[in-house]
Structure formats: C-alpha cells, structure tokens
C-alpha cells in the first residue's frame, strides 16, 4: 500500500466532500503532528472525525526530526505544510497530498510527486474505488467548497488515467 501524506486543508476537504474515508481505504494516510493538531482544534468541524480515524488507523501520526539543513526554502510554509515536507524527505512517502498553494510551489520546485483533493475523485473513479456518480458529485462538492486557480481547475477536468498513474493505489 502505498504511504501518502496530507496536509490540513486537503484533509478538511476530503472530509467536507465524504471522500477522505475512501481515500484511507486505498493508501496508508498518514498526517504529520503539526497537521493533526490543526484538525483535531474542539469544535471545529472535522475534529472528532479525525480523531476516530486515527483511533481506528484509518489515518496515521508520523513523528520526524527537523534537521535545518531541510528548512530551506520552507521558512515561508505554516507549520503543518512544513513539517509534511519535511516528512517527505524522511520516510518512504510515495507522494503527498497538498491543497496549500506555497506548499504545492515547493513541491514542484523540490520535485515532491504531489497531487491536490481535486483530484482524489477522478483517482478514486480511476482505480476502481468509487462510481463515476459519487466522482462527480465529490468533485462538484470539491469544487464549491475548495479554492482553486482556472489552470488547476481544468487540468482536473481534463485528467486522464495517464496523467494520475503515479497517484494510483
């Protein structure tokens, strides 16, 4: 299975658009601690969810160790999107899941495999893990509740099993 990292506002949307279950259900899930504290605040929508879903291992906590040498160029990150970068570097993450917009820069930059929740419904569609009914609904959800640019919107739109092979569970 494999090992995938999600930051907090690609947790909070997943979950928002009933996906982040069946995301679970095909990767190993796994959230920093920085992350996990952002979406587990009391009373905030979302947290005792996630907190049952770490109880039930559907979601992991990885711990990692901040070595400066890895700050570089994170320094301009919140800590949740920072400390999953750094993770990255850390353990055998296939790849990550971040909607934070300085977080996905970097990615690019520092050549992190990386998609955002956008995406999830046409993997899930791809992979055999939900109908083509629930893909679009939770894309449409996504798109509602989710800030993204017209280029990110369209490439989503336009993805094909191709361009998401190496995000296939």
């Known amino acids: 299975m494999k090992l995938v990292l999600v930051d907090a506002s690609s947790a909070i949307l997943l979950f ?11 990767y190993e899930l796994t959230a920093v601690p920085a992350v996990y504290k952002e ?6 929508p979302g947290a005792l969810f996630f907190e049952r879903m770490v109880s039930g ?11 400066a040498a890895l700050f570089q160029g994170f320094h301009t990150l919140g800590a949740g999107e920072r400390d ?8 055998p993450i ?4 971040m909607d934070d917009r300085k977080g996905a ?17 046409k993997i899930l569609l791809f ?24 280029w990110v919107r369209e490439f989503a739109e336009r993805a094909q099993r191709s361009d998401l092979e190496l995000f296939l569970p």
């Open 127 to 150: 992979s055999g893990h939900a109908d083509a009914g629930v893909c679009e609904e939770a894309f449409g959800r996504l798109l509602r509740i989710g800030r993204y640019s017209r």
């Open 94 to 97: 296939n790849f990550v899941i």
């Open 39 to 44: 979406i587990t605040v009391a009373g905030q």
């Open 57 to 67: 291992g559907l979601l992991r906590v990885c711990g990692h160790e901040r070595p």
């Open 84 to 91: 999953t970068m750094i993770a990255f570097f850390q353990y």
């Open 16 to 26: 928002k658009a009933a996906l982040l279950e069946r995301v679970a259900a095909c």
């Open 105 to 121: 820069s970097l990615c690019r930059s520092k050549k992190i495999p990386y998609i955002n929740a956008l995406l999830c419904p």
